[in-house]
């Protein structure tokens, strides 16, 4: 079936390190991948998308490419910020006429001053 | 513009007891979810709707579970009775058409503990 793995948390970082949060799926067709953000008492956000392979998708200094071959999204930012501190999300939507996202579990980030 | 308008934030009830959650969605959104979130999990959805038709109450408990969106804008959803288990974050969503790839928009959830 269709399904989204992320790497356990959490991610603690001191702030300007580089962050990645990988991300791999499973999923019939062609799916399209998304990434939320979810800060403290708000909602889910999103973060980026990328809907077909090889797509970069980009926002706030995140990155994420979809890897068709290694069925991967991983999220990176080169300098992550005491404010970037949140959970995060990866998600597929496995395609077809309709939206239909499944998520990951989420991977906590931490990052201190 | 305003967000996804869930109410209330945070409900505490003794299990057996009914509970309604509300959402109103983006104005001009056609297609509103309700996701749960247990701890430590990522949503799962439970409902989708499209204007006042549900097309997707797979992942809906039936027996104790119901939602309605009657007039194609806001929506309820409804445990009866509830169970201790039911304890979660209840998420509402909605996006423009519910196309593949359209962007869902969330609301700041319903925060459910049953005692």
């Known amino acids: 079936g269709n399904s989204v793995t992320q790497m356990e948390g959490p991610v603690t970082l001191s702030e300007e390190a580089f962050l990645t949060i990988n991300c791999t799926y499973t999923a019939t067709g062609y799916p399209s991948l998304f990434w939320y953000v979810q800060y403290p008492g708000e909602g889910l956000q999103l973060l980026l998308k990328?809907?077909?392979?090889?797509d970069k998708g980009s926002n706030k200094g995140f990155e994420a490419t979809y890897r068709k071959e290694t069925t991967s999204f991983h999220l990176e930012k080169g300098s992550v910020q005491v404010s970037d501190s949140a959970v995060y999300f990866c998600?597929?939507?496995?395609?077809?006429?309709?939206?239909?996202?499944?998520f990951g579990t989420g991977t906590l980030l931490a990052v201190q001053p | 513009e305003a967000g996804v308008v869930q109410s209330p934030r945070y409900k505490i009830i003794e299990k057996k007891q009914p509970v309604a959650f509300w959402c109103n969605p983006i104005?001009?959104?056609?297609?509103l979810y309700w996701y749960l979130q247990n701890l430590g999990q990522g949503p799962e959805l439970l409902i989708r709707y499209e204007n006042e038709e549900a097309v997707d109450d797979s992942q809906l408990p039936k027996d104790r579970f119901s939602a309605e969106r009657l007039k194609g804008v806001d929506s309820t959803l409804k445990i009866q009775p509830a169970e201790l288990g039911d304890s979660a974050v209840y998420l509402c969503?909605?996006?423009?058409?519910?196309?593949?790839?359209?962007?869902?928009?969330f609301g700041p959830g319903t925060r459910l503990t049953v005692l």
């Open positions: 104005s001009g959104h056609n297609t």
């Open positions: 990328a809907t077909k392979a090889d």
């Open positions: 969503a909605s996006s423009l058409d519910g196309g593949a790839a359209d962007t869902q928009y």
């Open positions: 998600a597929l939507d496995y395609g077809g006429a309709t939206n239909k996202l499944i």
